[in-house]
């Protein structure tokens, strides 16, 4: 969304009223990140997040949402989201779902393929330090189950 999709939100709140069904759900999940080159950089060359190109501003893309006159709803508590979700299938018009999330979660794809990238993960993430540190305890816990669920 931020890097190609801001727009887009002016288009549905231009034309969404001609619509026979105007349910619409756009889920953006906010990390503040741009977390898949994040995750690239780290996966591709073992390079560390580099912050200057990677750390995004705080946006409100329901905020944005509710000025178009669309539906914005913020969703910081996972454990909510399956009524959040009810209700924005229900809204009358469309609907942004701004759900915010961890911008240290790995991309790691499943396995087999995730465990031949472990290792360039790990050299980029222990270039970052201390600041790497709790994307290293996700991934290393992420590793472990799935290798444990590919033993079973």
């Not at 977390?35 to 060359?45: H, I, S």
């Not at 178009?68 to 018009?93: C, F, K, N, Q, T």
């Not at 499943?110 to 996700?138: H, M, T």
Request: glycine letters at 8%.
């Amino acid at each position: 969304m931020q890097m190609l999709g801001n727009a887009e939100p002016v288009t549905v709140a231009h034309r969404w009223r001609q619509w026979t069904d105007p349910r619409f759900v756009v889920c953006v999940l906010v990390n503040r990140d741009l977390a898949e080159v994040t995750w690239k950089q780290r996966e591709m060359e073992g390079d560390p997040r580099f912050d200057d190109s990677q750390a995004l501003l705080d946006f409100s893309y329901a905020g944005y949402a509710d000025l178009l006159g669309l539906i914005g709803i913020r969703v910081e508590d996972p454990s909510v989201l399956g009524e959040v979700w009810e209700r924005a299938l229900a809204a009358d018009r469309p609907v942004v779902l701004e759900v915010r999330t961890d911008p240290d979660v790995p991309l790691l794809p499943p396995f087999p393929a995730g465990q031949q990238k472990l290792g360039s993960f790990r050299a980029g993430l222990e270039q970052e330090g201390a600041a790497g540190e709790d994307a290293r305890a996700l991934l290393d816990t992420y590793a472990e189950q799935e290798t444990r669920e590919s033993e079973e």
